[in-house]
């Protein structure tokens, strides 16, 4: 769905029930605690060029079996001159 999209390319996660009645809220409030849990900050520094734009970014990890939810690229200011 473009909700899912939307929070997918933001970083984000969506929870989404469907068109029928939930059985238990208990799986998704468990998938959104482990989310929460495992949160973390990471720092970098983009090169800036002449004018401002928006730059693609690819995370990458040495280790088996991580996920990352994060932005597929960031707004990077023009350099001062």
Do not use: C
């Not at 769905?1 to 929070?7: A, F, I, K, Q």
């Not at 973390?40 to 693609?56: I, M, N, V």
């Amino acid at each position: 769905t473009s909700l899912t999209r939307l929070s997918e390319a933001t970083g984000g996660m969506s929870f989404y029930l469907g068109l029928h009645s939930a059985v238990s809220f208990g799986p998704y409030l468990t998938d959104l605690q482990k989310a929460l849990n495992n949160q973390y900050l990471l720092s970098f520094s983009a090169k800036p060029g002449k004018k401002a734009e928006l730059q693609q970014i690819n995370l990458t990890t040495e280790v088996a079996g991580v996920d990352f939810a994060s932005h597929d690229a960031v707004w990077v200011p023009a350099a001062k001159r």
